[in-house]
């Protein structure tokens, strides 16, 4: 299994471009996640999903688009680029609330991660 | 104020040292604690996983939750070079998987 895998690995736009990062999974994950990670911040929700079809906000929406039209990918598009938005980005996914053990679960399998550079 | 506090380091120890790391947490809805590690330029990867108060051992690591007083802890016994890398605390209420992450520490363990 190739676990999550994150399409492309490095970007730089300049500021007002757009682009999409895509996510996939081979795990059949219900939940479907994108972070980004900046120094001195952490790892930041920006937006979710609970299944295909499904889309939530989570802590840092605004600037970024997601959607779920399959299963196994979780896209995150950049409408309008902004220097602001320079960070690294990493997608993960899990397992739904409950696994078919009826154990909770909480772990997340992340991606390698993009690295993001607008000018 | 930060749901959750996680001091950045850098922290560097020599081989073999014991190694504490900690987070603390203000939301008392919080009820499921991770620890995960991270390498450079790698994605974060699950290390230890403790349900409510109580401790938690695997190997080296030991994990702790005192739920009384919001704080979490990582022990890292006969520590290595390989324990090199950044360790973030995760949190969670349960609900979505959400979770919500500490800063992440970063540890040096030098020959």
């Known amino acids: 299994n190739a676990g999550v895998t994150q399409t492309p690995k490095f970007r730089v736009l300049k500021t007002g471009q757009s682009m999409t990062l895509l996510c996939a999974q081979d795990?059949?994950?219900?939940?479907m996640y994108w972070y980004r990670q900046d120094p001195g911040m952490g790892l930041r929700l920006i937006h979710y999903s609970v299944g295909e079809g499904t889309t939530a906000k989570g802590e840092v929406p605004d600037g970024y688009n997601v959607s779920r039209l399959k299963k196994q990918n979780f896209l995150l598009g950049l409408e309008s680029a902004a220097p602001s938005q320079t960070s690294v980005y990493f997608c993960?996914?899990?397992?739904?609330?409950?696994?078919?053990?009826?154990?909770?679960?909480?772990?997340?399998?992340f991606g390698p991660g993009t690295r993001l550079t607008v000018t | 104020q930060k749901e959750v506090e996680q001091d950045p380091g850098p922290l560097s120890v020599p081989e073999g040292a014991i190694v504490s790391l900690n987070c603390t947490y203000s939301?008392?809805?919080?009820?499921?604690f991770m620890w995960y590690r991270q390498y450079s330029r790698k994605g974060p990867e699950l290390l230890m996983y403790t349900y409510s108060s109580g401790n938690k051992e695997d190997g080296r690591f030991t994990a702790q939750v005192d739920k009384s007083s919001k704080y979490i802890s990582l022990f890292i016994r006969d520590s290595q070079p390989s324990d090199s890398a950044t360790y973030l605390c995760a949190m969670s209420a349960g609900g979505g998987n959400k979770l919500t992450f500490g800063t992440g520490t970063q540890l040096k363990v030098e020959l």
């Open positions: 993960a996914s899990s397992l739904d609330l409950f696994s078919t053990s009826g154990t909770v679960t909480y772990e997340q399998y």
């Open positions: 939301n008392s809805a919080f009820q499921y």
């Open positions: 795990m059949n994950h219900e939940y």
